[in-house]
């Protein structure tokens, strides 16, 4: 019997069945639908539309595992993708498998603080937090400890670039203060300390310099402006996208891996709204384009076309056209005889 309604494609999804027939798959919950339905179903259904998508997701599991780093558990990555869900079903599920796959590419995991995947008008969009650039700049070896944070109007601090290091920043946060009393947040800075033993120069980004990048870089934020949500990350969290700012000025003086340049060239294309995989093995690519291929008609978006992804050049050799033998050339001697070289 055919299934005619979203209810019940959902539970057919999570029920165990022992020899699923081919007009009853886990995917097609997920094709089938439209945001809004999803979203609504995942509303009344009381989280049974996140249990249908996590078994859509399992499909590409192999592809997950091979795109995480050996330090980043699959089982991890997957229970923080489940705990992301719910604010998810109104996206586009091939933006939303996009999303991911360039998540688990950097190994951070969508949990709020290393990275978010958010929605924006139906489409699956991953953000990585600075808590994900001071990870990558970890695993890089080439650093010892980085800090990142805010200054308060209350707190005690001192910037003299003249003096040597460490006597040219110093901070001592009022924390015995009530946050009435440390008041509104005037400066963010960043610093790292290098695996040799150096210390970077400190970055101080104040509040109207993080205005100034967000109102001439922020694609999203003028999108966001320009239709009345007022709903970009920079409207709804400020702050961290401040100390990202801080951040990623930091990285012009350290040294810095392949990762995080890839990493900052994906949080870029996000905000500009353009395809974020900068890197996918083979397989995750004919993973993309089967659930463009099956989607794509059902919701009738066009986001994610398989020629638009990025990918790194295969490791396998294409096969050249044959060399032309090389013409014979002669050169006279001196005593007019023909040589062959």
Do not use: N
Request: one cysteine or more.
């Amino acid at each position: 019997m055919a299934l005619t309604t979203l209810k019940d494609r959902v539970r057919a999804a999570t029920t165990e069945r022992p020899e699923p027939t081919a007009d009853i798959r886990p995917a097609q919950v997920v094709a089938d639908a439209t945001p809004e339905e999803l979203h609504a179903a995942e509303q009344a259904e009381g989280g049974e539309t996140t249990a249908a998508i996590m078994k859509w997701l399992d499909q590409y599991g192999e592809h997950f595992s091979g795109a995480l780093p050996g330090c980043v558990p699959a089982a991890t990555f997957m229970a923080a993708t489940r705990a992301a869900l719910p604010s998810l079903t109104r996206c586009t599920p091939a933006s939303l498998l996009q999303a991911l796959l360039t998540c688990a590419r950097f190994g951070l995991l969508p949990d709020g603080r290393q990275a978010v995947i958010r929605c924006e008008d139906g489409r699956a969009v991953f953000v990585p937090m600075y808590q994900g650039y001071v990870e990558l700049m970890y695993r890089s070896g080439q650093v010892g400890s980085v800090h990142v944070g805010l200054i308060r109007a209350g707190d005690e601090w001192s910037v003299e670039p003249s003096a040597p290091a460490p006597l040219d920043f110093t901070f001592k946060p009022a924390l015995l203060k009530d946050p009435a009393e440390r008041g509104e947040a005037v400066l963010a800075y960043a610093f790292a300390w290098l695996a040799g033993g150096a210390r970077s120069q400190v970055i101080i980004l104040t509040r109207p310099d993080a205005e100034a990048i967000r109102d001439q870089y922020s694609q999203a934020y003028q999108r966001s402006e320009e239709s009345g949500a007022r709903d970009s990350f920079w409207h709804t969290h400020f702050y961290e996208m401040w100390r990202k700012s801080a951040l990623r000025r930091l990285f012009g003086l350290v040294p810095t891996s392949s990762e995080l340049t890839a990493l900052e060239r994906a949080d870029d294309a996000g905000d500009g709204g353009q395809v974020q995989v900068v890197h996918a093995p083979g397989e995750d690519v004919q993973a993309l384009a089967k659930a463009v291929a099956a989607h794509r008609a059902a919701e009738g978006s066009p986001e994610l076309q398989p020629a638009a992804i990025a990918i790194r050049p295969s490791s396998r050799k294409k096969s050249l056209p044959p060399r032309s033998q090389p013409k014979r050339t002669t050169r006279k001697s001196r005593k007019g005889k023909g040589k062959t070289r």
